[in-house]
Structure formats: C-alpha cells, structure tokens
T-cell receptor, first 115, second 114 residues
Framework: EAGVAQSPRYKIIEKRQSVAFWCNPISGHATLYWYQQILGQGPKLLIQFQNNGVVDDSQLPKDRFSAERLKGVDSTLKIQPAKLEDSAVYLC?????????????FGPGTRLLVL | AQSVTQLDSQVPVFEEAPVELRCNYSSSVSVYLFWYVQYPNQGLQLLLKYLSGSTLVESINGFEAEFNKSQTSFHLRKPSVHISDTAEYFCAVTLSGGYQKVTFGTGTKLQVIP
C-alpha cells in the first residue's frame, strides 16, 4: 500500500513570494490533515478536510494561507505572501474517516525555508 | 483545551540500556493518548496509543507506555534500546468523544550511543 505522498520535499523562497505544496493521501482515506512543524516544536494542525469539506481550519492564518481538496482526494496548501516565520516543515497526514482515536498516517513532509 | 508537555528535548542513552521518555498532559476530561516516532528523514509513525481499558499499552518493537490518570502521565519506556531506536518521539493527546484535534508535544530526541 502506497503511503502519503508530498511534493516538493524541499523549497527555498524569498519573503513575499508565494509557494504551494501538494499532498496525495493514502487511497480510500476520507480525512486529510495539514500540519505545520516549526523547528523545536511539535506539529500544529492547520486544516483538516473530511472528503472535500473543511472540518477545522481554526489555526490556519487565512490572510496568507489557503488550502483546497477539490475532488476529495489530493490537496494543495498555498502560502501567499510568505513570511520569514513560515519557515517550517509542512506535514500532510490522512486517516480513514477522521475519528479522534484513529491512526493518522503522515507523509515525509515539505521543508520550507523563507529567506 | 488540552495540552501535552515533554520536558526532555534530548535523551542520550547507551545501547542495551533502559530508557524512559516522559510525557505529561493536562485535561479535565477523558483523553486519548498517543506516541508517534519520527526516524531520520521519514514521516511520523504511530508507535502506540491508549484509548481505554488496560493502562499499559505495548508496541511491536518493545516499547510500552502506561497511562497514569492520577499523575496525568503517559511515559514511554523500553527495557533495552537498540541503535535503530534513534529517532524523535512525540507524545500527543486528544479529548475523547466527538471531534477534537490532536495536540502534539514538542518531541524528545532519543540518541542511542553504541
């Protein structure tokens, strides 16, 4: 079974530029999560999708971050414009139906450096 | 809201020695608890979880964790570590019942010394 795929693995941009990350969850998983992991901190949930609907985006900085999951499968997270403090690893995870006790399966992450 | 604290950012230990990684949580209601592991250059993987029932949970690679409600702890232990256990370990908590997001700790880097 293929795992969660993310691309690119690494990205370096200058502040005020835009960037997009892509995630393809495990086949059949209805729930998709995007996390931000800043160096020295644990992952912080940015947004959770159930199929193509948003369940929780309370910690997503909506003035600069956006995410979509149009067909209920893969997803894109965008930052526009980027700030220095956005430097982090962006993790995508998926689970079958999104129950709190379920195992979340994580991708390898995209490491973003904003200069 | 729930929170989780991992006081040790790094834990060095010699190979074949025992190890304990500490995790404390705060919540006034019932919780589910998890330990995730992140090996170098890999994504997070679930190591073990406590949902209900027996307070001692085990993983397939020899780790175990005990849910202690009175001390609000969920420490991870292994009686004898191997080089391959070198990784970063994250404790996580979520409130049981209904939709609740998972809150992760800041992680503990376990360095096994040969």
């Amino acid at each position: 079974e293929a795992g969660v795929a993310q691309s690119p693995r690494y990205k370096i941009i200058e502040k005020r530029q835009s960037v997009a990350f892509w995630c393809n969850p495990i086949s059949g998983h209805a729930t998709l999560y995007w996390y931000q992991q800043i160096l020295g901190q644990g992952p912080k949930l940015l947004i959770q999708f159930q199929n193509n609907g948003v369940v929780d985006d309370s910690q997503l900085p909506k003035d600069r971050f956006s995410a979509e999951r149009l067909k209920g499968v893969d997803s894109t997270l965008k930052i526009q414009p980027a700030k220095l403090e956005d430097s982090a690893v962006y993790l995508c995870a998926s689970s079958t139906v999104g129950e709190v006790f379920e195992t979340q399966y994580f991708g390898p992450g995209t490491r973003l450096l904003v200069l | 809201a729930q929170s989780v604290t991992q006081l040790d950012s790094q834990v060095p230990v010699f190979e074949e020695a025992p190890v304990e990684l500490r995790c404390n949580y705060s919540s006034s209601v019932s919780v589910y608890l998890f330990w995730y592991v992140q090996y170098p250059n890999q994504g997070l993987q679930l190591l073990l979880k406590y949902l209900s029932g027996s307070t001692l949970v085990e993983s397939i690679n020899g780790f175990e964790a005990e849910f202690n409600k009175s001390q609000t702890s969920f420490h991870l232990r292994k009686p004898s570590v191997h080089i391959s256990d070198t990784a970063e370990y994250f404790c996580a908590v979520t409130l049981s019942g209904g939709y609740q997001k998972v809150t992760f700790g800041t992680g503990t880097k376990l360095q096994v010394i040969p």
